[in-house]
């Protein structure tokens, strides 16, 4: 791996590895075994143009449990604010030493632009607009698979809200579809669901009683009101009513089914606060395993070698 973009089109035994390890350096990091001498002597750059809490602080301790330096950029204070450009940017950083920058944006593509200039560094996508959010892909999928097992094909599940304008849910649907999901069903309004450019193979289920029936996972997705033209913004009440996940909905999934959120939350918008906190919630599992699904790709990135260790313990659930 040179750079980590996309989950489009990665190869499912790659995307295993990656989770392989993910469990690996998980389980590892909760054992107390050393893990800080990895990547000694890398640099890690958070370069975020955009709000983030989970993604970078999860990116900083991942980088720092394996012993990197860790940079966090701060645009609403750097020289981007007197018009310096996202390339001068990490040219300038490249040029104190970083070896890898964890990149977020506004704009579908930006980081990608920045790949074939980036100067010998790793880029990795932290989120560019709606386009694809990778690490979250994975985190996902490692969530998932410690609940349900590593074969999908037996799953059916299902992702509510607004995929419109999501890049999880862009990045969860490439995974899922590598892993082989059994059934991928979908629901929302239809001003917030995407063309079948993003969304084919899924089964398109208008009214959320029905399509939560018998399934073993539901990602719900937040309304990205920030992302919406003025007009578009559906009533929060309404919203709430038609695609919200409370407890009774939940009851018709499947027993043992688990409810996923990327976070931040809309709490009482697109999910009640007794789903967020109940007993199916995965939410602060998929926090955590961030961190070791960052450390996996950072790994992969910058020290190949450890990733690639046929004697390195795996663990699969
Ligand atoms: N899930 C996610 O990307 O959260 P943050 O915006 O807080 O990083």
Do not use: W
């Amino acid at each position: 791996l040179r750079h980590f973009l996309t989950l489009e089109g990665l190869p499912r035994a790659l995307l295993e590895s990656l989770l392989d390890r993910a469990q690996a350096l998980r389980d590892e990091a909760f054992s107390g075994v050393a893990l800080r001498n990895r990547l000694l002597g890398q640099t890690v750059c958070n370069l975020f143009f955009e709000p983030s809490t989970r993604t970078r602080s999860s990116f900083q301790l991942a980088a720092a449990r394996l012993g990197a330096d860790v940079l966090n950029f701060d645009a609403a204070s750097a020289s981007t604010k007197k018009g310096e450009t996202d390339l001068d940017t990490l040219k300038t950083l490249r040029a104190m030493g970083v070896d890898a920058f964890v990149i977020r944006h506004a704009q579908d593509g930006a980081v990608d632009a920045l790949a074939d200039r980036a100067g010998g560094a790793a880029l990795i996508n932290a989120g560019d607009g709606r386009r694809a959010h990778p690490t979250q892909g994975l985190l996902d999928m490692l969530t998932l698979r410690q609940r349900k097992g590593a074969d999908f094909s037996r799953l059916r599940v299902l992702m509510v809200g607004d995929i419109l304008h999501s890049r999880v849910a862009r990045s969860d649907l490439h995974a899922l579809r590598t892993l082989g999901a059994g059934e991928i069903r979908v629901c929302g309004p239809d001003a917030l669901l995407p063309g079948d450019d993003v969304l084919h193979g899924c089964v398109r289920v208008p009214r959320l009683d029905e399509a939560v029936e018998g399934v073993d996972a539901v990602f719900m997705l937040r309304l990205q009101r920030e992302r919406m033209v003025e007009g578009l913004v559906p009533s929060l009440d309404d919203y709430f009513r038609d695609y919200g996940l409370d407890p009774a909905r939940l009851r018709r999934a499947a027993p043992g089914a688990v409810v996923l959120h990327p976070g931040p939350i809309n709490r009482g918008v697109e999910i009640a606060d007794a789903v967020a906190d109940g007993a199916q919630s995965v939410i602060l599992d998929q926090v955590a395993n961030g961190v070791a699904a960052r450390m996996a790709v950072l790994e992969a990135l910058l020290e190949p070698s450890h990733h690639l260790q046929p004697t390195f313990p795996v663990a699969r659930r």
